[in-house]
């Protein structure tokens, strides 16, 4: 049986690195886009690839990855009108796509980790607060063994709040990004910092309503006409 850590829960307008989410919450908690750029400026080049979201909820990760990505998948356990709805932890999962690229449940971080590891065809990389390094549990479970090839730790916090997305919320919270490769075979963990770049990375428009749809590429953006 898995050892599971608790969620935390929205306790003013930042979200806290102590709230606790009930057992069957949705942990709802949109990823700001430029979160999202960031990994692909920063961290990794996802480039030619094809992604799958799988905890896209409104759909802001998955708005900011069909930015970079060839082809992008977005699916939700939940129905909450962007994507399609799948459970991405139950048998039959697709593996045709090259990465897993989400922010999942915080309490089910580590299966959907071991989860993409086991599907995607290049690698997997999950956005989780920074404590997610920690404990004896998911040392056990997962780091032991399947140990993350980059850990990209934010220099500036990526609030979150419950619901939504806030352009003027604020947090105590620490985040990062956390990747895994297939191939190569791991050789250490490395430490990548993301630099200051929220002003640089926010778009007009990234507040507002997302695109909807299960599967976009670069081609059905921006009114139909591929990007430059």
Not at 62 to 91: C, I, M, N, Q, S
Request: aromatic share 10%; hydrophobic share 40%.
């Amino acid at each position: 049986m898995f050892l599971l850590d608790p969620m935390t829960q929205n306790r003013s307008n930042a979200v806290m690195a102590s709230r606790v989410e009930p057992d069957d919450s949705l942990d709802d908690f949109p990823t700001p886009m430029w979160a999202t750029r960031a990994l692909c400026e920063h961290v990794i080049d996802v480039r030619g690839t094809s992604v799958w979201e799988p905890a896209c909820g409104r759909g802001h990760m998955a708005r900011a990855l069909r930015e970079y990505a060839l082809h992008v998948y977005a699916t939700d356990v939940h129905d909450y009108g962007h994507g399609g709805v799948k459970d991405f932890l139950w048998p039959g999962a697709p593996t045709e796509y090259d990465l897993i690229i989400t922010n999942p449940p915080f309490r089910l971080a580590y299966q959907f980790v071991d989860r993409g590891l086991d599907i995607a065809q290049r690698g997997v990389a999950v956005l989780v607060r920074s404590v997610f390094i920690e404990s004896i549990a998911r040392y056990q479970n997962l780091f032991r063994d399947r140990p993350p090839a980059i850990m990209g730790q934010f220099t500036e916090r990526v609030p979150m709040v419950k619901g939504r997305v806030d352009p003027e919320a604020s947090t105590a919270t620490s985040y990062c990004w956390l990747v895994w490769y297939r191939e190569p075979a791991w050789n250490g963990t490395k430490l990548v910092w993301i630099p200051p770049c929220r002003r640089k990375l926010e778009r007009p428009g990234d507040y507002g309503a997302v695109t909807s749809g299960a599967t976009l590429d670069k081609t059905t953006i921006d009114g139909g006409k591929a990007e430059p």
